[in-house]
């Protein structure tokens, strides 16, 4: 059903890791003794913490049927939200994106039904 749009569902995926691997590596915590990236000052659960946004980009991807990538933008929004004076902003990207993709999804999908 949504043949055009599926080849997009994993752009919010990658903007994802993206951002991860961007805030892994680029020290962004500035100290008297030089910058500190995200995984030296915080400890590893804080990591795979963050990455359980990927998975919330990716719900499109393994499970497209209507709801679920709905439920894990609304989720991934409230991650930005919450995180927007820290690292929220770093997935914005990612959730307009995964909202991009979800509309061309829907409308697809309602052309579909519309042709029959």
Request: net charge positive; with cysteine; charged share 10%.
């Amino acid at each position: 059903m949504w043949h055009k749009t599926k080849r997009y569902s994993s752009i919010p995926a990658l903007l994802v890791i993206v951002a991860d691997l961007v805030l892994l590596v680029v020290p962004i915590y500035q100290g008297s003794s030089g910058g500190k990236t995200l995984l030296q000052e915080n400890s590893v659960a804080f990591v795979l913490a963050i990455w359980t946004v990927i998975l919330l980009a990716a719900c499109g991807i393994m499970v497209p049927k209507w709801p679920v990538p709905v439920i894990g933008l609304t989720v991934m929004a409230l991650f930005v939200v919450a995180g927007a004076f820290t690292i929220g902003l770093f997935y914005a990207p990612a959730l307009v994106a995964g909202l991009l993709v979800v509309a061309a999804q829907r409308e697809e999908s309602s052309e579909a039904r519309g042709s029959w």
